[in-house]
């Protein structure tokens, strides 16, 4: 039986004495939607190359649904559908004899006219389907794309910069549609736009100078880094009078007003000594100096300082993250 729809094996890949990819390994579950993650040159596009069959590894196994595909290429790649970052489109084509070509290119026996339909319809192109694919803007072209990649209905998705060119609307559409196939699909997502990935993947890999960096959920990651505490106190007090106040509470570290939110009522960012719980402290002090608490929250790191972080160093142990 098998456990995992992509499982990744000591992945390595050497240009001359250069090392791309460094023995990484790492697993995808079925219906599981991965956000694949890592600077320029960091190995990533790399990675999803060799996942895809479009390069070889220099060693290590890459299986797909079970299936190696070095060993068997042909019944590996039948079970991905795959959009690169640039999509392989015939631009003399039409979206519809293009979809067409590939229906039989990937030996597809869904039944035709219905599949092609299904497939438009989700990817939203039924409106261009018969106009010259080089005379599309850059968002419908990369919708044609998407579309290529779902001919057959692959069980595994890998798409590199699925948004490239697409305006805010069709963004948040074409976010919204991998969201939907992620019930049907294993999806490995790779995009720069980080709020992108932490609204659609279920899981984080962020890989740095060919090896895995970090691999776990947006919200766990941030708990492993965040060692320090750090809270927004929106307080209706004097902005002076309560800077001073909270700057006597034991173990702040630094305390700031922000922008005044409300008239004559500004949030106060804090931050504590690591491991020191400050709440109950503000609680007492805005008590004996009769201000109210209009807000009190954490600030949750968002995955771009998660990316940050992690890829800058910043002293974080590595072995934690994984």
Not at 187 to 214: F, K, P, W, Y
Not at 271 to 281: Q, S, Y
């Given at each position: ?167 805010p609307k069709q ?50 990651l941030s708990n ?99």
């Open positions: 039986m098998i456990s995992f729809m992509i499982e990744v094996r000591n992945l390595t890949k050497h240009y001359g004495d250069k090392k791309a990819v460094n023995d990484i390994s790492f697993t995808v579950n079925d219906g599981e939607i991965l956000g694949f993650l890592g600077p320029n040159g960091a190995g990533k596009s790399t990675t999803m190359n060799m996942l895809t069959g479009y390069i070889s590894s220099t060693s290590g196994q890459a299986l797909i649904n079970g299936v190696d595909i070095l060993e068997d290429p042909i019944k590996a790649k039948s079970y991905i559908g795959y959009l690169p970052e640039i999509p392989p489109l015939y631009v003399d084509m039409t979206v519809y004899s293009y979809l067409n070509f590939m229906f039989d290119l990937k030996k597809c026996r869904l039944p035709r006219r219905s599949h092609l339909k299904d497939v438009m319809a989700l990817c939203k192109i039924i409106d261009v389907k018969d106009r010259l694919i080089r005379n599309l803007s850059k968002g419908y072209k990369q919708r044609v794309g998407l579309a290529q990649a779902l001919i057959n209905n692959p069980p595994v998705l890998i798409l590199d910069e699925p948004t490239v060119g697409l305006d963004i948040i559409e074409i976010r919204t549609l991998i969201k939907r196939l992620g019930k049907n699909h294993t999806v490995i997502l790779s995009s720069h736009i980080l709020t992108e990935i932490q609204a659609v993947c279920d899981r984080v890999i962020i890989i740095n100078h060919g090896m895995i960096s970090a691999n776990d959920t947006a919200t766990n492993k880094i965040s060692t320090d505490h750090r809270i927004i106190a929106r307080i209706d007090g004097a902005k002076a009078e309560v800077l001073q106040a909270i700057r006597t509470i034991e173990g702040i570290k630094y305390v700031r007003a922000d922008m005044e939110r409300e008239k004559d009522i500004y949030d106060f960012e804090i931050e504590a000594e690591p491991g020191i719980d400050i709440r109950r402290d503000i609680n007492q002090i805005t008590r004996e100096h009769g201000w109210d608490i209009l807000m009190l929250k954490t600030m949750e790191m968002t995955l771009e300082d998660i990316f940050l972080k992690i890829t800058m160093g910043e002293g974080i142990r590595q072995d934690d993250l994984r």
